[in-house]
């Protein structure tokens, strides 16, 4: 379903400063909760690791890195795309009655974002990264997890935002959001668990040449409809933000 509407201006290319800022407060406080739910049973953390009860684990790296992230994935991925999305459509140009600017359209223009809307994108998102927990210690092979996670945060999409310039985004995100990890890992600040070392085609590298090297390098397939559901997250936080 298309909440937008042609009225609403596009989101801009990058966000205000005070946006930018609390972006990056609440990606670096409430990420790192809403990561704690399924990262017990993907990874364990290897340098500055801290744990808080039986629930929260996770590094004094990874609220900085969150912070950063929200501010990315919502601040300025969102604006790339739309903008991307309204060359390649052939956005207003000078002559044809709208001054050289292409009226927004449902597609790229975003919904207002109300203090609802915004808490409901942050449930959500926690509520799929605790599926993710769910089927990564369920009996789901991999493919039908992966599966289950896609639909799940594409339902997320179509529900509260349904633009396609935060489709885009998400994607790209869900698909370079792992792979930016490959640093971390690398460099030892984090690991997989074997179990959950199954991204294509890293864990076939893996079984190929062993112990060391590019073997020691895993990701989790799960973690890409994650990357998704916390990308639509920052989205919906930054459209709150810049509407209040």
């Given amino acids: ?46 340098v500055l690791p801290v744990a808080a009860g039986p629930f929260l684990h996770t590094s004094l790296l990874i609220p900085p890195l969150l912070g950063l992230a929200y501010v990315v994935l919502g601040g300025i991925l969102p604006g790339i795309a739309a903008r991307i999305l309204e060359l390649s459509s052939g956005g207003g140009t000078e002559g044809s009655g709208d001054g050289g600017r292409r009226p ?32 990564q210690t369920g009996p789901a092979d991999a493919p039908t997890a992966l599966l289950v996670m896609a639909t799940a945060a594409l339902l997320q999409w179509a529900v509260l935002d349904g633009t396609a310039a935060s489709l885009a985004a998400a994607v790209a995100t869900a698909v370079g959001g792992p792979l930016s990890e490959l640093p971390f890992v690398a460099s030892g600040c984090w690991h997989y668990v074997d179990s959950a070392a199954d991204y294509f085609p890293l864990a076939s590298i893996g079984e190929m040449i062993g112990d060391g090297g590019l073997g020691a390098i895993a990701l989790s397939s799960i973690t890409g409809p994650c990357y998704f559901a916390v990308t639509m997250d920052a989205i919906a936080l930054r459209r709150y933000f810049d509407d209040n």
Avoid: W
Avoid at 12 to 23: E, F, G, I
Avoid at 106 to 124: C, K, Q
């Fill in 1 to 46: 379903m298309i909440f937008a509407t042609a009225n609403q201006p596009a989101l801009r290319l990058l966000p205000t400063a005070p946006t930018a800022c609390k972006l990056f407060v609440t990606g670096s406080t409430v990420g790192p909760l809403v990561d704690a739910i399924h990262n017990q049973c993907l990874l364990e953390y290897d």
């Fill in 104 to 135: 927004a359209d449902a597609a790229m223009a975003p919904p207002r974002t109300s203090l609802f809307r915004a808490a409901s994108a942050v449930v959500s998102t926690a509520a799929i990264i605790k599926l993710s927990e769910v089927l």
